[in-house]
């Protein structure tokens, strides 16, 4: 059990570390196959620590040509982060909708400090998390799908998820 925790967490970290767009299909189905609770665990951390370290390669790589196309806007997007970095960013985490290989883009652009990345990060993303995790926990195994009664796919648990999934965003 152990095992599949620490390779879950090490995929996801893998895979919000460099950008690859499937997190939210491996949120769903690590709710799945982990359960709810160390689903969370890993998902939570795992998104965080890739987070954190794609923000930082992006800094080291990439901060001085992101500044220099944005030239003087760049000036006052600098100046916005330095007064309220951690506010912008815990705002942009809650938003599901903003891709989150842009909000690692943007921060990396700022001087906010990777600690504090990582726990506003942490915080803001885990609502999203909590709901993704939940609805994949509540899908049904390939054998209820297998039989195809209606009843036992679509439970008022998963359309309760589906529905708040849908409603997110919002």
């Known amino acids: 059990m152990l095992l599949s925790w620490c390779v879950a967490l090490v995929l996801y970290i893998a895979v ?9 299909l491996l949120s769903l189905a690590l709710g799945r196959l982990l359960g709810f609770w160390p689903a969370v665990g890993v998902v939570s951390f795992g998104s965080t620590v890739g987070a954190t370290l794609a923000m930082l ?7 001085e040509s992101v500044l220099k196309r944005l030239g003087p806007r760049g000036e006052k997007l600098l100046a916005g982060f330095e007064r309220n970095g951690p506010f912008f960013l815990f705002t942009l985490r809650m938003m599901p909708q903003v891709p989150f290989v842009l909000v690692n883009l943007v921060m990396s652009v700022s001087s906010i400090r990777a600690r504090t990345f990582f726990l506003v990060s942490q915080i803001g993303m885990l609502p999203a998390t909590c709901l993704y995790v939940f609805t994949g926990s ?8 297998a039989r195809g009664e209606v009843g036992e796919i679509l439970t008022w648990p998963l359309i309760f998820g589906l529905v708040l999934l849908g409603c997110f965003p919002l």
């Open 16 to 24: 919000t570390g460099f950008s690859i767009p499937v997190a939210t």
């Open 57 to 63: 390669l992006c800094r080291t790589l990439f901060r």
């Open 138 to 145: 509540q899908l049904p195994s390939l054998q209820v799908v």
